[in-house]
């Protein structure tokens, strides 16, 4: 009797989870329905890998370094970030970093038919040939904030914000190797251990595979 109940609850738990996931899949889709007429800062992804957004940030990377510069490139339907780079310098080849990583991460059987919308500011890496000819390579249709709305890039803004307020300005860091591995261990703890409210209080990876496995299992009852 004992087994049988712990059985039980197990396939409880386990239904209440499969089930938990479609009502935020279902929730995500329910937002992007209801954004659609909205401006382009407020749509809300439907699905993961359809819509990124990317920046440029500096850090403080010690008096022997400098400024250094960070790019990241976050999912703004798993909130997730799914490629960065840090270098001492600003160019665009950085910024191209950021986002082959991210395809790799993410596509990596290919992004040119995967429809990804990568959104960025006006920024001179981002807006140079070199940049969009990348972009149109790798099949990525790139849209740009308007002049003085940040609000069009808030996800990768926010979580900037939080990474300077709870890494960046609480460290010291002496070189670029000790920014680079504070920062990846932040953002480690970032995408598996910190439940985001914006995904249903799961971590930005949890979400992304409970969208994966909805989807999954939705294409094998097809």
Known sequence: ?????????????????AGDARTW??????????????????????????????????????????WAYL?????CCTREIVGWNL???????????AVEQAVLERLPAGSR????TLTTDNG?????????ETLARLG?????????????NSYIERFHRSLKEEEVWTSEYRSLDEACASITRWIQE?????????????????????????LKNEALTV
């Open 1 to 17: 009797m004992v087994a049988a109940a712990k059985g039980k609850s197990s396939g409880e738990s386990q239904t209440r989870t």
């Open 25 to 66: 899949v279902v929730g995500a889709l329910a937002a992007f329905a209801r954004a659609t007429e909205k401006e382009w800062g407020h749509v809300e992804a439907s699905a993961p890998n359809q819509i990124w957004q990317s920046d440029m940030t500096k850090i403080w990377a010690g008096p022997a370094v400098g």
């Open 71 to 75: 790019v990241c490139v976050i999912d």
């Open 87 to 97: 270098s001492h310098r600003c160019r665009t080849e950085d910024a191209l970093a």
């Open 113 to 116: 038919s995967a429809s990804v």
């Open 124 to 132: 001179t890496q981002f807006t140079s040939s070199r940049f969009l």
């Open 140 to 152: 990525i249709t790139h849209r740009r904030t308007a002049y003085h709305h940040p609000e069009g």
């Open 190 to 214: 970032y995408n598996h251990d910190r439940p985001h409210r914006g995904v249903g209080n799961r971590t930005p990876h949890e979400a992304f595979l409970a969208f994966a496995a909805v």
